[in-house]
């Protein structure tokens, strides 16, 4: 069982980088309890619907134990002082990509989530954060965090904790998934198993078969670096 959540993040619309685009990444802390809808906590935001949020990303989970790394990589960076710096929903400590799989099954309050995908970086981040290099150094190291799905919407009270319930795919924690996912090169043993696992996201399963198909690794440029 992880540590009691006594805050979970929330972000509101507000505009982003050179362009000013709409974004919700700047999560605050909001107190409980907390609705926990389909497609996330009740009155957090997505700027950008297309690639953030919905389903298959409804609550993004990012761990604490990774802002000593960053801290030390670029001290200049002042978000990486606390959580919320990378847009996470839920932030604790003591469990890390390596320690949860792919699929693994929770339950928190009245709700159940189900670890659906890796989070893929952007250049989001790095607008967020003030360090362009962000989302590349994301990509590299792997301290990305995963996404929940929702099972059973409901309630969630302060004080509950994530508990698992449920592990179908033990041997692929989600450090080996962003290991194949993140990588510059086309994994093809890793990339077709990853592509039938039934509790991976349709749009990773999808990214999957195109890597296969193509024998190469999709443009990262403007993921990474951002619209011109």
Not at 95 to 113: K, N, Q
Not at 195 to 203: I, W
Request: charge should be neutral; glycine fraction near 10%; include cysteine.
């Amino acid at each position: 069982m992880m540590p009691p959540l006594h805050i979970l993040y929330c972000g509101t619309i507000a505009p982003l980088g050179p362009r000013a685009l709409p974004s919700g990444i700047a999560k605050r802390p909001t107190a409980g309890p907390w609705t926990i809808t389909p497609t996330g906590i009740a009155g957090d935001a997505q700027g950008d619907t297309k690639h953030h949020g919905g389903l298959e990303k409804a609550i993004h989970h990012y761990p604490r134990d990774h802002y000593a790394a960053w801290q030390m990589e670029n001290p200049a960076v002042t978000a990486f002082h606390d959580a919320p710096a990378f847009g996470e929903n839920i932030s604790t400590s003591g469990i890390t990509e390596a320690d949860v799989c792919l699929g693994d099954i929770y339950r928190l309050g009245d709700v159940t989530l189900q670890i659906s995908q890796g989070r893929q970086p952007c250049w989001r981040l790095g607008a967020h954060s003030g360090w362009a290099e962000l989302p590349k150094r994301v990509r590299e190291t792997g301290r990305s965090g995963w996404y929940y799905r929702v099972l059973e919407a409901g309630e969630v009270a302060p004080g509950s904790s994530l508990r698992l319930e449920q592990r179908p795919q033990p041997a692929w924690s989600v450090a080996r998934l962003m290991h194949a996912m993140l990588a510059r090169d086309v994994d093809r043993q890793e990339l077709s198993r990853a592509a039938d696992l039934p509790e991976l996201s349709a749009g990773w399963r999808e990214t999957c078969r195109k890597r296969l198909a193509a024998n190469k690794v999709e443009d990262w440029g403007a993921r990474l670096s951002g619209p011109t």
